[in-house]
């Protein structure tokens, strides 16, 4: 098993601060691609992003579903908010944390989307078709914005794992390809190569 299918992995990841996954500002795919007016948001794996309050502010209701203790408290914190808690739920506006394993999480149809900027390249190859399952198990159709990551597997190990285009289209055959740009971090030049693609569900 690949050590980031644990949830030993993303609390050490968390506690020692390694998370360069996580954006100073709202993605920029995102905010381009984003075609939904209102309705419920379902956001795995969606550590302190940014991204959760945009979508709010955009009007969604908004449900992050997220392992890590200190990333939700982060998320709060970063925005100046004093959530209210009852149980593993933090709450604040439009906005909800539930914290824990996203596959305990359990509300059949209970969201109109998904927006999935960093949960499916999070996951090893092995896992990816299960969180698909669980994730359409909780959708009342199958609709949002994901962002996968492409390069050469090969050259590093994830996460963030490469997604390739046959593989997002195998899990999701309803997306859509709308904008696919290169990484321009020093971090991934070595690998020559790195897309960041959206894709329409």
Not at 5 to 22: D, K, L, M, V, Y
Not at 33 to 58: E, N, Q
Not at 68 to 95: I, M, T
Request: overall charge negative; charged content about 25%; aromatic content about 10%.
């Amino acid at each position: 098993m690949h050590p980031a299918a644990t949830p030993a992995f993303w609390h050490e990841r968390w506690t020692s601060n390694q998370i360069g996954f996580h954006q100073a500002t709202t993605n920029e795919l995102l905010s381009r691609h984003w075609h939904l007016d209102r309705g419920r948001v379902i956001v795995p794996l969606c550590g302190a992003s940014r991204d959760l309050a945009w979508l709010a502010a955009r009007g969604h209701e908004v449900v992050g579903v997220e392992l890590s203790e200190l990333a939700c408290a982060r998320f709060f914190e970063e925005h100046g908010l004093l959530p209210e808690r009852e149980g593993n739920r933090w709450r604040a506006g439009a906005v909800t944390l539930v914290q824990g394993d996203f596959f305990a999480f359990s509300e059949p149809g209970a969201f109109d989307a998904l927006y999935d900027r960093a949960a499916l390249i999070a996951l090893p190859p092995g896992v990816r078709p299960r969180y698909v399952d669980h994730l359409r198990h909780l959708l009342r159709a199958p609709r949002g914005l994901l962002i996968s990551f492409e390069y050469d597997q090969q050259k590093r190990d994830g996460p963030p794992f490469a997604v390739m285009a046959s593989e997002v289209r195998a899990l999701w055959p309803e997306a859509v390809e709308v904008e696919r740009r290169p990484v321009d971090e020093e971090r991934w030049r070595e690998l020559g190569g790195v897309s960041e693609v959206a894709w329409r569900i």
